[in-house]
């Protein structure tokens, strides 16, 4: 198995970040606009990027990936759901179609059932597991990205007229559909796109082709700023790639790659025990996704017990609040995340010598 690209966990530990920031409203000029163009699709460009192409099939695939992203998906929300039916059941909060409508956005994997702004709107992930819808879109990625593989053979040119097709089938989508489909449906070919990007970021060497890099990022960098203003913010999530879906997707792959490229060039400038640090948190996103709005709750549910008068907090003493809130609960997660880890590889040695 090949060995872990530093740099690419410290983009996501800073995709991670910015999604924490964004739901619990810690608003920096600049950070949140820009940053918003990459800190999702990051992670889709970074799966990308680490995806071989190994002899084995579809469906030894799709297990393989089920164990790793659906798995933790269903435990993660099945734990949400237990809490808040026995909140319910002890009269403190929710009732019988909160929680039915709660199972629904479990199976269905949206936070809504139209975009934001229409209305009336159905909302289903209501029980602090809307982040989870990631998830179950990427697992589709994967498996679409796999397929086309399998029936491209890896040809390059083959693969660039699927990525095409792939493109106006989601941008027909984005259009002509309704409704949020389930687990993305409508968005995953999107999504594709920006995985298969990272894909060819790696194999085309992108990073490190200096004689290409430099001039990339120097003609690139201006045009991004101009699409930006040009295509608004984006929340991909929902459906939302800003007024133009192509210009969405150039946001959100170049915007990745310019940050991958900043990590990649930090290794040589900054101390190695500071970009194993933030490497290292990046390797946990997956469970700080899911779990920080419920950690969220909790720490501001601390809060109000420890400090039952209201603040008003405004200004930089809200962001340093929020701040403050945001590494805690990466901490808390990260911790519990790696407690687990240990006592796994403690049971399984325990196991092996029983046997």
Request: with cysteine; net charge positive.
């Amino acid at each position: 198995m090949a060995s872990r690209k530093a740099y690419i966990d410290t983009a996501k530990f800073l995709g991670i970040f910015l999604v924490l920031m964004n739901h619990i409203e810690l608003i920096v000029p600049f950070v949140n606009f820009y940053g918003g163009m990459f800190y999702v699709p990051v992670f889709f460009v970074a799966a990308g990027m680490t995806f071989h192409n190994k002899e084995e099939g579809l469906w030894v695939f799709a297990g393989k990936k089920a164990k790793r992203l659906l798995v933790p998906y269903f435990v993660c929300n099945g734990f949400l759901y237990v809490f808040f039916f026995g909140k319910s059941f002890m009269g403190q909060q929710g009732n019988g179609k909160e929680l039915l409508t709660a199972l629904t956005g479990i199976f269905y994997s949206r936070n809504s059932l139209y975009i934001p702004g229409c209305e009336p709107n159905v909302y289903f992930m209501t029980i602090l597991n809307s982040p989870a819808w990631f998830l179950t879109a990427i697992f589709l990625t994967y498996i679409l990205l796999k397929y086309s593989f399998l029936i491209t053979k890896g040809s390059k040119k083959e693969l660039a007229l699927f990525t095409a097709c792939m493109l106006f089938m989601g941008t027909a989508l984005h259009y002509f559909c309704p409704v949020l489909l389930p687990w993305s449906l409508e968005c995953v070919p999107l999504f594709y796109c920006y995985m298969i990007a990272g894909y060819f970021i790696r194999e085309e060497k992108l990073l490190e082709r200096k004689k290409l890099l430099y001039p990339l990022l120097l003609a690139g960098t201006p045009l991004f700023v101009l699409c930006c203003y040009i295509n608004g913010s984006a929340n991909i999530s929902v459906g939302l790639f800003g007024k133009s879906v192509v210009l969405g997707l150039f946001n959100g792959i170049f915007s990745s790659f310019l940050i991958l490229f900043l990590c990649k060039a930090g290794e040589d400038i900054l101390p190695k025990a500071f970009t194993r640090f933030f490497s290292g948190l990046g390797s946990c996103t997956l469970p700080v996704l899911c779990y920080h709005m419920f950690v969220f709750a909790l720490i501001k549910s601390g809060l109000s017990i420890i400090w039952p008068v209201s603040i008003p907090y405004k200004g930089i003493i809200e962001r340093v609040v929020k701040l403050v809130c945001i590494i805690l609960t990466i901490g808390i997660i990260v911790s519990l995340e790696k407690m687990f880890h240990k006592m796994q590889e403690l049971l399984y040695k325990e196991s092996g010598r029983k046997q």
